[in-house]
């Protein structure tokens, strides 16, 4: 049995007339339902992806470039040169699940930057941050 590209959470596949068979019966369907796993990542909304990446305060403020492992073992790079702010959503095109019975066309890829703040600065790490502020 085959799953195509890009099927989702409760599409069926069809198997008609595969049932059991005997003599005067016309053997019924045979249905198999998917049924998708959690991924510890991705989230799927239709065609889309969607996923949370964690940020330093460095990160956002100086920028990154970080790479991200995909369900089929490639890697997206994703890189940003401004100031993210927390829980900006950035949008990565084709980098979505495939279309079902069109996978070369793609959804798209969220990402939820998340940013971490320090717990504690130091005092010197408090100076040098309010001289960089009074500017």
Do not use: C, W
């Not at 991705?42 to 889309?48: A, Y």
């Amino acid at each position: 049995m085959g799953i195509e590209r890009g099927m989702q959470d409760g599409q069926d596949i069809v198997f008609e007339r595969e049932s059991e068979q005997s003599p005067d019966y016309i053997p019924g369907d045979v249905i198999f339902k998917i049924r998708t796993q959690k991924h510890s990542t991705f989230v799927r909304e239709g065609d889309n992806l969607k996923m949370d990446m964690k940020l330093t305060l460095k990160e956002a403020i100086l920028g990154f470039k970080k790479h991200i492992k995909h369900l089929d073992d490639h890697y997206t790079e994703v890189v940003s040169n401004e100031v993210v702010q927390p829980f900006q959503v950035r949008r990565v095109p084709e980098e979505g699940m495939p279309h079902h019975n069109f996978p070369s066309q793609k959804g798209d890829l969220f990402i939820k930057q998340i940013v971490t703040l320090p717990r504690r600065l130091n005092e010197e790490d408090k100076q040098i941050l309010r001289q960089i502020f009074q500017k």
